[in-house]
C-alpha cells in the first residue's frame, strides 16, 4: 500500500506542476480534467500525511521500548504503541477505501428518466409518485432538479418525465436508483380492494459535458412544435418546443417544459448528448471486458431492484436484501439509509476485487 501511496504522491506533484503552466491553463479541457484529478488526490494526500505522522510515531515509541531502561518510560511506550496500532489501523482502512478506484462519472450531474410501466393508469400514477420522491430526497440533498420534458397519464402521475439533477456528486448518489421499481398497493380505482402490482422504470445517466462527446450539429435534425398540456390544450401558441433526432442512432430526445426556444433547445441537447455517452460507454467496456455484473450496479435497467409494498409499509431492495418498514419516509425522499446501504455495498465488492488482484 505504501507504494502505491508513493506513486500517487509523486502524480499529486505532477498535477501541482502542471497546473501552473500557461499551456494547461489555456486549456479548459486539460485544465478541468487535472483540476478534478488533483482534487480527488487532495484527499487521499491528506490522509497519508497523517498515516505516515502515526507510522513516525510508531517508530519513537518503539525506539524508546528497546533502548529505554527505565520501567516508567517503557510502560508509556507499551501504552502509547497499544493506541498508535488502533489508530493505524483505522488509518490504513480508510486509505483503502480511498484508494478504490472511483468511476469518473460519480461527481457528474445526473439525467433521471421515469418511464411507467406494467400496470396502465396506476403505473402511471406510481411513476409520478416515484418523481415526488427524487424531488424530496434532492431537497434534502440541496440538488437543483429541473424537469426537460414529461408525458402524464389520463389519471395522474406520469407515462414519462425527465429532468436533470445538478450538485455536488450528484450521479454517484442517484446511479443506484437504475432498474425497474415495483409497487404493490390498492389502487383508488379498484372496487373490490385487492391488491395490484404496478411497475415503473428508472434511468439515471451520467450528464455528459461538451468536451466528453463531440456531436456533429448535422447528424441532427431539428424540428419545432407548439408546447401542448393534458388534454391537448395550448400552453402557447409560438413553436417553442424543440424535438431533435440523431441520424445516426434514431435517438429521439424533446423539450417543451420551456417558453424559450433556444432553452428547450439546450436542455434537449444535454440528454442527448448523456444518452450518446452512455451508449460510448457502453461500447467501450464491453471492448475491454470490464462491464462487470454488480450485485448493486447491474446497469441492466430490466433488472427488479425494488418493491414498495403498500399494505405492510415495506420498502425492499432484492440486491442487497435490505427490507426496511418506513414506507411514507422513503416515498417522502428519506433514501439516505438506502443509499448508504448500496454504496457499503458496491465498496465491499470492490475491496474484494483489490484483493484478488
Same mark, same amino acid.
Given at each position: 500500500?505504501?507504494?502505491? /501511496?508513493?506513486?500517487?504522491?509523486?502524480?499529486?506533484? @505532477?498535477?501541482?506542476?502542471?497546473?501552473?503552466?500557461?499551456?494547461?491553463?489555456?486549456?479548459?479541457?486539460?485544465?478541468?480534467? /487535472?483540476?478534478?484529478?488533483?482534487?480527488?488526490?487532495?484527499?487521499?494526500?491528506?490522509?497519508?500525511?497523517?498515516?505516515?505522522?502515526?507510522?513516525?510515531?510508531?517508530?519513537? %515509541?518503539?525506539?524508546?521500548? @528497546?533502548?529505554?531502561?527505565?520501567?516508567?518510560?517503557?510502560?508509556?511506550?507499551?501504552?502509547?504503541?497499544?493506541?498508535?496500532?488502533?489508530?493505524?489501523?483505522?488509518? @490504513?482502512?480508510?486509505?483503502?477505501?480511498?484508494?478504490?478506484? &472511483?468511476?469518473?462519472?460519480?461527481? &457528474?450531474?445526473?439525467?433521471?428518466?421515469?418511464? %411507467?410501466?406494467?400496470?396502465?393508469?396506476?403505473?402511471?400514477?406510481?411513476?409520478?409518485?416515484?418523481?415526488?420522491?427524487?424531488?424530496?430526497?434532492?431537497?434534502?440533498?440541496?440538488?437543483?432538479?429541473?424537469?426537460?420534458?414529461?408525458?402524464?397519464?389520463?389519471?395522474?402521475?406520469?407515462?414519462?418525465?425527465?429532468?436533470?439533477?445538478?450538485?455536488?456528486?450528484?450521479?454517484?448518489?442517484?446511479? *443506484?436508483?437504475?432498474?425497474?421499481?415495483?409497487?404493490?398497493?390498492?389502487?383508488?380505482?379498484?372496487?373490490?380492494?385487492?391488491?395490484?402490482?404496478?411497475?415503473?422504470?428508472?434511468?439515471?445517466?451520467?450528464? %455528459?459535458?461538451?468536451?466528453d462527446v463531440k456531436i456533429d450539429m448535422n447528424d441532427?435534425?431539428?424540428?419545432?412544435?407548439?408546447?401542448?398540456?393534458p388534454g391537448g390544450q395550448s400552453v402557447n401558441t409560438?413553436?417553442?418546443?424543440?424535438?431533435?433526432?440523431?441520424?445516426?442512432?434514431?435517438?429521439?430526445?424533446?423539450?417543451?417544459?420551456?417558453?424559450?426556444?433556444?432553452?428547450?433547445?439546450? &436542455?434537449?441537447?444535454?440528454?442527448?448528448?448523456?444518452?450518446? *455517452?452512455?451508449?460510448?460507454?457502453?461500447?467501450?467496456?464491453? @471492448?475491454?471486458?470490464?462491464?462487470?455484473?454488480?450485485?448493486?450496479?447491474?446497469?441492466?435497467?430490466?433488472?427488479?431492484?425494488?418493491? *414498495?409494498?403498500?399494505?405492510?409499509?415495506?420498502?425492499?431492495?432484492?440486491?442487497?436484501?435490505?427490507?426496511? *418498514?418506513?414506507?411514507?419516509?422513503?416515498?417522502?425522499?428519506?433514501?439516505?439509509?438506502?443509499?448508504? %446501504?448500496?454504496?457499503?455495498?458496491?465498496?465491499?465488492?470492490?475491496? &474484494?476485487?483489490?484483493?484478488?488482484?
Amino acid at each position: 500500500m505504501i507504494e502505491k /501511496l508513493e506513486n500517487i504522491k509523486n502524480r499529486f506533484e @505532477e498535477i501541482s506542476a502542471l497546473l501552473t503552466q500557461q499551456e494547461i491553463v489555456t486549456d479548459i479541457k486539460r485544465a478541468t480534467e /487535472l483540476n478534478k484529478e488533483y482534487k480527488d488526490l487532495s484527499k487521499i494526500m491528506d490522509e497519508y500525511s497523517v498515516y505516515k505522522g502515526l507510522l513516525d510515531q510508531m517508530e519513537q %515509541a518503539k525506539h524508546i521500548l @528497546e533502548t529505554e531502561k527505565e520501567e516508567e518510560l517503557r510502560e508509556l511506550a507499551k501504552e502509547e504503541i497499544d493506541i498508535l496500532t488502533v489508530k493505524i489501523s483505522e488509518r @490504513e482502512s480508510l486509505l483503502r477505501n480511498l484508494l478504490i478506484p &472511483k468511476d469518473p462519472n460519480d461527481r &457528474k450531474n445526473a439525467i433521471l428518466e421515469i418511464r %411507467a410501466g406494467v400496470g396502465g393508469d396506476e403505473a402511471a400514477l406510481f411513476a409520478g409518485v416515484l418523481f415526488r420522491m427524487y424531488q424530496r430526497f434532492c431537497e434534502a440533498k440541496k440538488w437543483k432538479i429541473t424537469l426537460v420534458d414529461c408525458t402524464e397519464g389520463p389519471s395522474g402521475g406520469f407515462k414519462e418525465v425527465i429532468s436533470t439533477v445538478s450538485g455536488e456528486n450528484v450521479y454517484g448518489k442517484l446511479k *443506484y436508483e437504475s432498474g425497474v421499481h415495483r409497487v404493490q398497493r390498492v389502487p383508488v380505482t379498484e372496487a373490490q380492494g385487492r391488491v395490484h402490482t404496478s411497475a415503473a422504470s428508472v434511468v439515471v445517466l451520467p450528464e %455528459a459535458e461538451e468536451f466528453d462527446v463531440k456531436i456533429d450539429m448535422n447528424d441532427i435534425r431539428k424540428d419545432t412544435f407548439c408546447s401542448s398540456g393534458p388534454g391537448g390544450q395550448s400552453v402557447n401558441t409560438t413553436y417553442s418546443a424543440i424535438r431533435l433526432t440523431h441520424i445516426p442512432t434514431g435517438m429521439i430526445v424533446q423539450c417543451q417544459d420551456e417558453k424559450s426556444q433556444h432553452r428547450n433547445f439546450e &436542455k434537449a441537447l444535454t440528454v442527448l448528448r448523456s444518452r450518446l *455517452y452512455e451508449l460510448e460507454l457502453e461500447k467501450i467496456n464491453s @471492448e475491454l471486458g470490464a462491464q462487470r455484473k454488480s450485485m448493486v450496479k447491474s446497469g441492466d435497467r430490466s433488472d427488479k431492484i425494488r418493491t *414498495y409494498n403498500y399494505p405492510q409499509s415495506r420498502v425492499t431492495d432484492h440486491r442487497i436484501g435490505l427490507t426496511l *418498514y418506513n414506507l411514507p419516509a422513503i416515498l417522502d425522499g428519506d433514501l439516505k439509509e438506502i443509499n448508504e %446501504a448500496l454504496q457499503i455495498a458496491e465498496t465491499a465488492e470492490k475491496l &474484494k476485487e483489490e484483493i484478488v488482484r
